[in-house]
């Protein structure tokens, strides 16, 4: 017996539309990284990212929608964790008719240093407001770096001076980081002497100085220390790297 017209039309709209929960062509949805603004500032003034959500209808949809959830990870974390931020959360709805969707969220005065996300959910409605089909989508990452100065020793040269028994220790100190290092010490030990620290004067990101010791001469082979930062007056991205070590020359 034949099925009623009625009956074979909702049949194909069932068969042409994908089921609730299904897979949808990646086309079909999008999560996008417009913007990253990497603000150089130790608050978080001028770090801001932009994220967009991107819809095409599926076959018998009659609404869109689409969710941002806002997810952080930091240096310490392994996994992402959900941020609260204003209007994220909610089901954004595109008008009747939209043959492609677009909406773009911005969230500002991100903290640093971090790498942000957004995870979006994706809904097709059919007219009635049944749920054809889903999906979600991470975006590409916003990594905001670590905004603070960092103070480094990349070289240590040993001189001799006019003075028998005298060397002359020079250390190259460089700002690594990227904001303005205050006035700091440089620490200088030959061969387990530590000799008195010498003044660094304030360094703007990727500056560098060379800053001389004057002490006793090191026994040829021993360890010469430079360390950066001597007096812990600066808050610096890498407590760890203020460290350059050399050996001893031979006798001049």
């Known amino acids: 017996m034949p099925l009623p017209a009625a009956i074979l039309a909702l049949l194909a709209l069932a068969l042409a539309a994908p089921a609730a929960g299904g897979a949808v062509p990646r086309s079909a949805a999008k999560a996008v990284l417009?913007?990253?603004?990497?603000?150089?500032?130790?608050?978080?003034?001028?770090?801001?990212?932009?994220?967009e959500g991107q819809m095409r209808p599926v076959r018998g949809a009659a609404k869109m929608q689409m969710r941002f959830s806002l997810q952080a990870r930091t240096p310490d974390t392994v996994r992402w964790s959900s941020v609260a931020a204003p209007g994220f959360g909610t089901w954004l709805s595109s008008q009747p008719g939209t043959s492609r969707y677009v909406y773009t969220k911005r969230v500002e005065g991100l903290l640093a240093p971090a790498s942000y996300r957004v995870q979006l959910r994706f809904r097709w409605l059919s007219s009635s407001g049944r749920t054809l089909a889903t999906a979600r989508r991470n975006s590409p990452i916003c990594r905001q770096p670590d905004p603070r100065p960092n103070l480094v020793v990349s070289s240590l040269a040993v001189r001799p001076t006019a003075k028998p028994g005298r060397y002359r220790y020079v250390?190259?100190?460089?700002?690594?980081?990227?904001?303005a290092a205050e006035e700091s010490a440089l620490r200088v030990a030959a061969?387990?002497?530590?000799?008195?620290?010498?003044p660094v004067i304030a360094l703007e990101p990727g500056e560098g100085l060379e800053v001389a010791v004057e002490g006793p001469a090191c026994a040829e082979g021993a360890p010469v220390d430079a360390d950066a930062d001597a007096g812990e007056a600066v808050d610096e991205r890498d407590e760890a790297d203020n460290r350059f070590t050399r050996l001893c020359p031979p006798p001049f």
């Not at 417009?34 to 994220?51: M, N, P």
């Not at 250390?171 to 904001?179: D, E, I």
């Not at 061969?191 to 010498?198: D, Q, R």
């Open 171 to 179: 250390a190259f100190v460089r700002n690594t980081g990227r904001s």
């Open 191 to 198: 061969g387990g002497v530590e000799l008195p620290f010498a």
């Open 34 to 51: 417009a913007d990253c603004e990497r603000g150089t500032d130790l608050d978080s003034t001028g770090r801001a990212a932009v994220f």
